[in-house]
């Protein structure tokens, strides 16, 4: 029935049924008390009166209880008078005990439910009192505080708000009162603070803390600091907001002052250019600023962090020890001096202040301080106590003097005294001056009137300082520089003492004039130099001798004003700056290039190639530079020329190589051409590719010739020639190539001197010259081809770098046509390099030029503008002798039956000779080799007539295995043949023992003809 039992008395008179009615009591949750005095809930009696002493108060302070009364009838028994017939409170009693119980347990059931309302109303009648004493409380904390306080709905309107948020804000309540309390927030503000109580709101936050600066009415702004409580119903849904705002615009102030102090400190301590510093007692550094990063060589602070300062910071001089024990003895430093290591090794001097921060046990923690780099200033006083050392030494060599004259009313100057030192060089005494009409009679006569013109201002007041000459009395002329002053006496009225002080210059004087001659002659030295001489500081020409002047083209005006003129003007726009750059590092005594190469442009436009040499020396208290340039075009173009040589011959050992392999292939495809040409008859199906592959074949070789000729490895029959004749030979044939509107102009040259050439090379040059001549002037033009005898000196052989002395035949190719610019001329003889459209050309002709030329100890100077047309001349070396009969016409293409021994080491090689030789009508014995070929004849019991044999064979060249089967076959011809490969040496060898070498690749003409000849004795 409830967490606290009720208490019930029972009083029926009768023992048995207090019995059951207690055991009933007790059953439903109650407790029985017998106790007289004692407070009941629930009193069970048979009489309608119950005691009094037993009813609780329902003021008691004790837990609440009502005393209530229950009577207990028999089921016949009239209700008492007492009670009133309308009572409630009676339970029947019954002889079904159960039922009793249940009337009971509901009339207990009530009691509870009356007590907890008397309880409930107890405590909200307390409640109530409290909550109205709480609300005076708050109304009368709000408005004494100084924070605002404000309550706002869940929309934000303002439904409340303290006193002192009027006063404050500078609004009327009206103005605000059920408004939105944006209107108290600044515009910039109001987005994001609506978003952020949104945010909360959704997160189910109660509370809200944020800062944003509050609006007054008169336009000016405050920061505010805002908490606010958000309150909510039992759903959850928010009823309002709770606000306290307090003013925060003093912090703010502190705050935004705290930052600017910070940016400044921070500021000052990475700009500032004293290094400051902290580190370990034992030399760790915790912190640099920038500027002792940089003063101590290093580029981050990381770097130097890596430094200990205990072990390789200080200059043995300078021990840190003593520092240490300084600082941790006294507590700080202040101006201490010292030198530092920097990273490169180098020493500065430091001007150091520190101090040592302990802890409370005074256990030392860290050293922190300043560092200012006081190199500069150490070393100027180096250089000043130095200087004052010399001074003073000198001071004791030297003589200097010092006089004091009056001067007498009529301006006569009296000797008043003069010091021992000028008795002693010049031999005067003062007496003695005085006596030969005073200073006067000291002076060089020459230099009277510069003496007398100081004397006459410093007797008008006016200091004065003069040089001049004086004699001693030995004769000897001395310079002194002399400062005199004037003592005016204002009683007098005038300058009444002069006194002064006399340096002896006169070595100085020497010097100087020594000086001078020592200029003169360097300036007489340096113009007589084949080499630019120039003197600069800076920017400026101070110097340059007449080689510099007349190699850039100075005018006479420049000459007369040098250093108003800008060299450097004068170095290629591509050079300017790093050689500027060099110049200003070298004064400041930074590394930089003491030789270098570098083109300039003189005045008329030419680009020339200088040799800098340069030194740096002082110049009037500054660093200067002189720069010795020698004029190295020359030896530029030499280089140039030498390196493209190079370059052309490395390109041309590449193209020999690749046509010995090359020419082996196309034997290989032409002879199985030829047989498939032998079998075919005239059967058409297979003449026309038969013929295809000739073709190709044929044109493939000629472009294995043009790359050998272009790598002067093919092999060459020189001649005696007349140029004239194979030229114009050649000419006839190439005029109908040309064109009806391409004019070609022959002019040969009367008694041509006589040149040893292979004539097949003749044709090619003269006609790769002519096409290309012809390509370049397109439809319609003029090409000019002429010969000429030329005699070339060792002058002219330095303008041509490839040229010896000696007598030349000039083959000349000119043309009207487009030209080339000076890149493409560098480039025109490069293998497969043109400047024709595609498929226009193989760009091997000039290469195949170039090659045979240099072949035959030829060189070729080009000359060429765009729009101005080329001209090509191939120099020819001169022999004397006569000139070759003209060629045989070829003949038709034998057949035989004799035995041939074919020697070939490359198998497709062998296997198609000899199936070309034995269609040709030949019995062939094949050998792979040197070894197998011997073997073969020593085998073989019929005659061999011919061995047919590559020169260069594995193990044994081919006139090596000759010589062996001629030895034991007499009878046997001998025919060799190559592939043009670097076998010029034992081609050589095989010509002189055996006769002609037949040339790889070889058609089936050729073969058959060179085999008759051989086999005939014709050869």
Known sequence: MGTQKLVAAVDVGDPAVDQQVKA?????????????????????????????????????????RLPYRVHLLHEDEPLPQAMGASCDDVVRYCRNFEEFKLRLQARLRVVEQTRRLVKLEQSLSQAMAKLQSSEERSRTLVESITDVFYVTDANGRLVYGSPNLFSYTGYQPRELLHRTYLKLVAPEDRRWLVALYLAKTAEGASEVACEFQALRKDGSRVWVDQRTTIVRDRQGRVVEYRNVVRDISERKAMEEALKEGEERYRSLYENVAIGLYRTTPDGRILM??????????????????????????????????????????????????????????????????????????GRVLYYEGTAEDITERVTAEKALTESEERYRLISEMISDYAYAFRVEADGTMRGDWLTESFTKVFGWTIEELDRRGGWVGAVYPPDLPLWVEQAGKVLHGQPDVTEGRFVTRDGEVRWLRDYAVPIFDPAAGRVTRIVGASQDITEKRKLEEALEASNELFRALADAAPAAVLVLQGDR?????????????????????????????????????????????????????????????????????????????????????MAVAVDITDKKATEEALLHAQKMEAIGRLAGSVAHDFNNMLLVIMAHAELLKLKAGQDPRFLAAVDGILGASTRAAELTRKLLAFARKQQVHPERLDLNHEVGGTLKVLMRLLGEDVELIWRPAEDLWPVVLDRSQVDQVVANLVVNARDAVGEKGHIWVSTANRQLSEEDCRLLPEAKPGRYVVLAVKDDGCGMDSEVLKRIFEPFFTTKGEGKGTGLGLATVFGIVKQHNGFIVVESEPGRGSTFEIYFPVVEGEKAEARDAAAPIPRGWETILLVEDQPEVLEAASSLLKQLGYQVL??????????????????????????????????????????????????LMTGYTQEAPLRTEAEKAWGPVLEKPLTAEALAHSVRQVLEGKA
């Open 926 to 975: 094949s050998a792979k080799g040197p070894e197998q070929a011997l073997a073969v004849a020593a085998s073989y019991q019929g005659v061999i007539h011919l061995l047919l044999s590559d020169v260069g064979l594995p193990g044994m060249s081919g006139s090596e295995l000759a010589q062996h089967l001629v030895a034991v076959r007499p009878e046997m011809k001998v025919l």
């Open 24 to 64: 009933a009591l007790e059953a439903l949750g109650c407790e029985v008390v017998h106790e007289p005095g004692v407070a009941v809930d629930v009193v069970i009696s048979d009489s309608p009166e119950s005691s009094p002493s037993q009813q609780r108060d329902p003021e008691d302070a004790g837990p609440v």
């Open 541 to 625: 020409l101070l110097y340059a001798n007449k080689f510099a002047k007349n190699l850039v083209g100075f005018s006479d005006v420049e000459r007369r004003n040098e250093e108003n003129f800008d060299v450097l003007k004068l170095v290629d726009p591509a050079f300017r700056e790093q050689v500027r750059s060099w110049g200003y590092a070298r004064e400041r005594g930074e590394p930089a290039p003491n030789r270098y190469e570098l083109p300039i442009r003189t005045r008329d436009g030419k680009r020339r190639w200088l040799d800098f040499s340069v030194v740096t020396f002082p110049y009037r208290g500054q660093p200067a530079r």
């Open 288 to 361: 640099a600023n920038p500027a002792l990063v940089h003063m101590l060589g290093f580029e981050t602070f990381e770097e130097l962090a890596q430094r200990n300062l205990e072990e390789e910071g200080f200059e043995p001089g300078y021990p840190r020890a003593l520092f240490r024990q300084r600082l941790e003895s006294e507590g700080q430093i202040v101006g201490l001096e010292s030198a530092w290591k920097r990273r490169d090794g180098s020493v500065i001097y430091v001007r150091e202040s520190a101090r040592a921060v302990k802890d409370e046990s």
